[in-house]
């Protein structure tokens, strides 16, 4: 499966998987409690600033947001069509942020940083009994590896309509492609119970 992850030496690069996550929590709490689009407007700039020094090019970075940028698009316009021009704009400028932040630390992390982290911080539930730390972490993991995996797959059937002088319509291009989604998701999940990977036991409560 291909990966978000980015070889690098930037800032971001070099702090702690730890830090960074923290930090993603901070910046995701504080674009929710403001609406003033000047304060989210200079955010997305820093965003923008952010995933821009990570020296991957900005013809690869569009390519990676291009399916997430649509996406907010629509949320953004049925926002504006629902509610006021001003909501509009704070929806738009708040998630464009969010998903700035987001993929620049995607683009700094190892996903096995990813799933370590995860799961020391799912430990303590562990221990009560709630959740299975590494099963957290690796659903995490899983999450994060797939984006890349399902976007990758719309690419190719998008050349493929556009090879056979078809239309790109929304139900010729779901339908094949989470069936295709599913199946790998079917093969991943037989080869980690063939490892024995989810057959872990939780500790005993005391």
């Given at each position: 499966?291909?990966?978000?992850?980015?070889?690098?030496?930037?800032?971001?690069?070099?702090?702690?998987?730890?830090?960074?996550?923290?930090?993603?929590?901070?910046?995701?709490?504080?674009?929710?409690?403001?609406?003033?689009?000047?304060?989210?407007?200079?955010?997305?700039?820093?965003?923008?600033?952010?995933?821009?020094?990570?020296?991957?090019?900005?013809?690869?970075?569009?390519?990676?947001?291009?399916?997430?940028?649509?996406?907010?698009?629509?949320?953004?316009?049925?926002?504006?069509?629902?509610?006021?021009?001003?909501?509009?704009v704070v929806v738009l400028l708040r998630?464009?942020?969010?998903?700035?932040?987001?993929?620049?630390?995607?683009?700094?992390?190892?996903?096995?940083?990813?799933?370590?982290?995860?799961?020391?911080?799912?430990?303590?539930?562990?221990?009560?009994?709630?959740?299975?730390?590494?099963?957290?972490?690796?659903?995490?993991?899983?999450?994060?590896?797939?984006?890349?995996?399902?976007?990758s797959r719309y690419e190719i059937l998008?050349?493929?309509?556009?090879?056979?002088?078809?239309?790109?319509?929304?139900?010729?291009?779901?339908?094949?492609?989470?069936?295709?989604?599913?199946?790998?998701?079917?093969?991943?999940?037989?080869?980690?119970?063939?490892?024995?990977?989810?057959?872990?036991?939780?500790?005993?409560?005391?």
């Amino acid at each position: 499966m291909r990966s978000l992850y980015v070889e690098g030496d930037s800032r971001l690069h070099r702090l702690s998987p730890r830090i960074k996550l923290i930090l993603l929590i901070v910046v995701s709490l504080a674009l929710f409690l403001t609406r003033s689009p000047i304060m989210l407007g200079g955010a997305a700039f820093a965003g923008a600033l952010l995933y821009g020094s990570l020296g991957m090019g900005w013809r690869e970075g569009w390519l990676r947001l291009r399916p997430i940028l649509l996406t907010i698009a629509v949320v953004a316009l049925a926002t504006l069509m629902l509610n006021t021009v001003e909501e509009g704009v704070v929806v738009l400028l708040r998630l464009t942020t969010l998903m700035l932040v987001a993929a620049a630390v995607t683009a700094t992390t190892p996903v096995g940083s990813f799933i370590g982290e995860i799961s020391s911080a799912a430990r303590p539930f562990e221990r009560i009994g709630l959740v299975r730390a590494d099963d957290i972490g690796l659903a995490v993991g899983l999450v994060i590896r797939f984006v890349p995996e399902v976007v990758s797959r719309y690419e190719i059937l998008r050349q493929a309509h556009r090879a056979r002088g078809l239309k790109l319509r929304p139900m010729t291009v779901i339908v094949p492609l989470t069936i295709q989604t599913l199946k790998s998701a079917d093969e991943i999940a037989a080869a980690i119970d063939a490892r024995g990977i989810r057959g872990h036991k939780p500790p005993s409560r005391s």
